[in-house]
């Protein structure tokens, strides 16, 4: 089972997860764990872009590497949310 909500406590982190396409891929990712080619092939994405928002989004800990596994020279690296939604603290709001 995930932890609850992730909290965003900074504007970095609510900047962050502002962006549309990575908030699409933190979705994806609280149903199931997935490569970085699964998520570019659901959304239709480049995967040279899809890996430069999974660093931003593990940057702030909203993703992690859950698993590796090596198929002959090939290793897939499996992401999946730390979290199964957002809450946003009140006092960046204000």
Known sequence: MQPNRFEINTFEELKCISDQL???ISMLLIEREMTATEIGKHLNIPKAKIFY?????EKYGMVKINR???K???VYKYYVATHNGF???PQLLN
């Not at 928002?53 to 989004?57: A, D, G, I, P």
Request: hydrophobic content about 30%; proline content about 0%; aromatic content about 0%.
């Open 87 to 89: 809450k946003v603290n």
């Open 72 to 74: 002959g020279s090939n």
């Open 22 to 24: 990575r908030m699409k």
């Open 53 to 57: 928002h999974l660093k931003e989004l």
């Open 68 to 70: 590796t596994e090596v």
